[in-house]
């Protein structure tokens, strides 16, 4: 069995945690490869709804393995808690279900702060971060004195670890009055958390390396964020700390390009936004609203009201072309219902020309006006729907239009929150039809 990565075609909270769900029951691996618990992805099923942060959204399948690889950042504190609350909800992992890749980063308390002083520093340029440290962790990791994992079993390592971490950040903390935890009660802590941390912290590459090369059994690489805000290549600088494109899977799960088979890329039937940052295609006023409280947008991690917008045609081929998606997973469908109109935009307007293809210059995106086609919506509820044509024949027009304008073909439409609300289309793993 191949693999496939499922990657977040927009800014974020496109779904992807009930796709990975959903195409994780055929998949004996799942892997996260970057971000940290700035995701939330929420699973509903029967028996309840589950939102995880940093654990793989392939855990609640009882075979499946999980690996949590070393491209994320970890904060050991949340990890503990997402364990404990699985473990409410009867899901009890151990370690032989969950891989922590001992290389890890983790998050520490100073990261949180620093995450949040930054952002008071910057006022009304303010990046509308999720406040967790991410940023801050991967900087630490870049500047080549992060704390990994391994070292929560290896004490003299991690006092020197924590030790350098205070001479070189201290100057940064004091100039922005930040009141850090000592080295001594940080260190006291993470050795308290570590014993609930360690029994996790293994190496997975053998593990990997004989699914891969057996194809047995599938791997599925879960990615977090969106392509739109991937470090390198999404609106810069209103972009998360690591890279949510497909390539993030080669660094951040250390596997060689040549196991990446499929790439599904999820988008919502809509837009929508969280932080700040261009959006060209936001709705403004009571229709936002209307569209926010039918697709209950609001984040999964903070609770904050996301922005909504329309499909953007060429902010999606950007990120086909520098995800090398090879299908779509649409979602979201069902919240478009009752709209009697629905505009696409197919080109930007900017200082009065036609613009097919999203500039990559950050000072040119901002100034981009949208330019609409509209499509006609359709009234009917469409959450039963499980065959595609059982859809009406505007929600199918609309559908197709996409595929055709992104010459992308789908691997699922899902129609609802729900584990079942989802209308197959192609295997994930090997694109064939399954209709
Ligand atoms: P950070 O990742 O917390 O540093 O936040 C950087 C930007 O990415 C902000 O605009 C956040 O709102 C956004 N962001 C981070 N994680 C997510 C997510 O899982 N969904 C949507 N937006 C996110």
């Not at 004989?210 to 290549?233: C, H, N």
């Not at 779509?328 to 009065?352: F, H, M, R, W």
């Not at 595609?388 to 024949?393: K, T, V």
Request: glycine share 12%; charged share 25%; proline share 6%.
């Amino acid at each position: 069995m191949p693999t496939s990565v499922v990657i977040g075609a927009q800014w974020g909270d496109e779904g992807k945690g009930k796709i990975v769900d959903s195409y994780a029951k055929d998949a004996g691996i799942v892997v996260r490869f970057q971000g940290g618990n700035n995701a939330g992805h929420t699973i509903e099923t029967p028996e309840g709804k589950t939102v995880l942060h940093l654990i793989p959204s392939g855990i609640l399948h009882e075979g499946t393995k999980c690996v949590i690889a070393n491209g994320t950042v970890v904060d050991p504190w949340i990890l503990a808690e997402e364990l404990e609350g699985l473990k409410a909800a009867g899901h009890d992992v151990g370690p032989d279900r969950l891989l922590l890749h001992p290389r890890t980063h983790l998050i520490l308390p100073w990261h949180r702060m620093l995450d949040s002083a930054r952002e008071s520093l910057r006022g009304d340029r303010k990046i509308g971060t999720t406040g967790r440290g991410i940023g801050p962790a991967y900087e630490d990791k870049v500047a080549r004195f992060g704390v990994q994992a391994w070292m929560l079993g290896q004490k003299e390592h991690l006092m020197d670890r924590l030790n350098t971490i205070a001479q070189m950040r201290r100057p940064t903390w004091n100039g922005l009055s930040i009141k850090v935890p000592s080295v001594e009660e940080v260190a006291d802590r993470l050795l308290e958390i570590a014993e609930k941390i360690l029994p996790f912290v293994q190496d997975p590459s053998e593990l990997l390396d004989s699914a891969l090369k057996t194809g047995e059994p599938a791997v599925l690489f879960e990615g977090a964020q969106g392509a739109m805000l991937d470090l390198d290549y999404g609106t810069y600088p209103y972009v998360t700390s690591s890279n949510t494109i497909t390539g993030g899977v080669c660094t951040g799960a250390g596997i060689g390009p040549r196991w990446i088979h499929h790439v599904v890329g999820v988008f919502k039937a809509y837009c929508t936004r969280v932080g700040e940052g261009p959006f060209p295609t936001e709705i403004d006023g009571d229709l936002g609203e209307e569209i926010r409280a039918a697709g209950n947008e609001y984040g999964a991690t903070t609770g904050r009201p996301r922005r909504c917008g329309w499909v953007d045609l060429p902010a999606l081929r950007f990120v086909i072309r520098h995800c090398g998606m090879t299908m779509g997973a649409l979602t979201k469908l069902d919240v478009l219902s009752g709209q009697d109109k629905i505009p696409v935009c197919v080109a930007y307007e900017l200082n009065g020309e036609r613009l097919d293809v999203l500039p990559m210059r950050p000072d040119l995106v901002v100034q981009l006006k949208p330019i609409f086609e509209e499509l006609e919506g359709w009234k009917e509820d469409i959450s039963g729907v499980r065959n595609y044509q059982d859809l009406p024949e505007a929600a199918r027009r609309y559908v197709e239009y996409l595929s055709d304008a992104l010459d992308l073909p789908y691997a699922s439409i899902s129609v609802g929150p729900g584990r079942d609300a989802i209308i197959p289309v192609r295997n994930p793993y090997t694109a064939s039809i399954v209709l």
